[in-house]
């Protein structure tokens, strides 16, 4: 999504396509990287947050996921972004770029134990 102050990401993909089809991608449609100022990972599966820590270490975008994938990224051995920076499961969250919010519903996705919502 565009917005008047940047740009918010959508899933990552996998780490290895996340060069070429997202940086590349944007490129191609004349949209500048650097402009992403948020990723929302709608959960912790590879091909949804694979480039997330691309996107965070090189072009500094703030990564919104849901508190249970927190969870299943910090636990795991690939090389996922870091920090709880944005999103807790069952928050509402707004994230505004001066004339663009954005509101968003974190629910629990079917692969994680109910367990861990509480």
């Known amino acids: 999504m565009t917005t008047n102050d940047g740009i918010i990401l959508i899933d990552t993909l996998y780490e290895y396509a996340s060069d070429e089809a997202i940086v590349g991608g944007l490129r191609k449609l004349r949209l500048d990287p650097a402009k992403v100022k948020y990723v929302i990972v709608s959960h912790a599966h590879g091909d949804h947050v694979g480039g997330a820590k691309l996107m965070q270490d090189r072009f500094g975008s703030r ?3 849901g508190g249970p994938d927190w ?3 910090e636990k795991s ?3 996922y972004p870091n920090g709880n920076q944005s999103g807790t499961s069952s928050q509402r969250t707004a994230r505004k770029l001066r004339s663009t919010t954005r509101r968003l519903r974190w629910w629990p996705h079917p ?3 109910r367990e861990r919502f509480r």
């Open 77 to 79: 051995v690939n090389q």
């Open 63 to 65: 990564i919104v996921m």
């Open 71 to 73: 969870d299943a990224v």
């Open 111 to 113: 692969a994680i134990p």
